[in-house]
């Protein structure tokens, strides 16, 4: 959940979603930046977030393209965030600025590079080897924004197209458009595309981060849709509004209870070693068990480094 990678195992295990090669990173809060406003990047130095996407498409006006590019470089390479994440968020392939913002994002070396409306396997070879032509560093990975039902429907072959794109951001207020479905509480119109899109992720070990909540205002609302998201296997939430930061970074952690059972599931499988059946608090536990509180563990710990 919200985990990339944990170091010194061997090879990826795609049970669990998770690539042990490489250090989880919780990634419960990914905020949406504007890149344009440089109160908003001073602010973001002591957001809470575990994660921030300098965006240069939605939030950004044609005439501002340049200038927020250059700004979202600046922030990347000024070393003045934390251990928050950073990626930056280029315009489209099918737009006049796409190049351009590749070249820059690439030398500038962010945590990852977000390209919206991906659609296909070969949109992601064409930007993976877009990246290696402009230099990118290895810790530059991709982030693919699936965002139409030609995506949904798509994402396997999207999510396995490269080791390089290692998470898919849902874009969901584009969904519902090309759906012709509407903003409902629950989701149920969205909810085929995001089962399709989960499965993709776990089938091909990927993280996935949930798409944003429209109405800043709704704190119920958006809590709601927190844990929704939490309960169908979401690793985070995107975000709009720093507001929005607490609600997800609390619903995407396990909570209290979820540690205490998974120390006591860990603690029963090795007493219990040897005996043929092992329970805790009753119920009998098994490896598929033990896995769960290892992970349920290892996000609690990548959560407790972030804090320190």
Known sequence: MG?????????????????????????????????????ALEKAKSIACDGLILDLEDAVAPDAKPSARAAACAAVTSGEYGKRELTIRVNGADTQWHAEDMAAACAAGPDAIVVPKID??????????????????????????????????????????????????MGTNDLAKELY??????????????????????????????????????TEGFLAECQQGRELGFDGKTLIHPGQ?????????????????????LRAWEDGKGSGVVTYNGRMIENLHVESARRTLSIHEAILALET
Not at 151 to 165: C, P, T
Not at 198 to 205: D, E, N, P, V, Y
Not at 253 to 264: F, H, I, L, Q
């Open 3 to 39: 985990l990339d990678k944990l170091d010194h195992r061997d090879g990826p295990d795609h049970r669990d979603g998770l690539d042990h090669r490489e250090v989880f990173r919780p990634r419960r809060s990914v905020l949406y930046m504007p890149s344009s406003n440089e109160r």
């Open 245 to 265: 930061v607490e609600g997800a970074n609390e619903a995407f952690a396990p909570s209290e209870r979820a540690v205490e059972d998974a120390r006591g599931i």
């Open 120 to 169: 296909s396997a070969d949109s992601v070879h064409a930007l993976v080897e877009t990246m290696a032509r402009h230099g990118a560093p290895e810790k530059t990975k991709l982030w693919a924004m699936v965002e139409t039902p030609y995506a949904m429907l798509h994402a396997e072959e999207i999510a396995g197209a490269s080791e390089r794109l290692t998470v898919l951001v």
């Open 181 to 218: 479905a509407e903003h409902v509480p629950g989701r149920q119109p969205l909810l085929t595309g995001l089962g399709l899109a989960l499965l993709a992720a776990r089938a091909s070990g990927k993280v996935i981060i949930d798409g944003v909540y429209n109405d800043v205002k709704n």
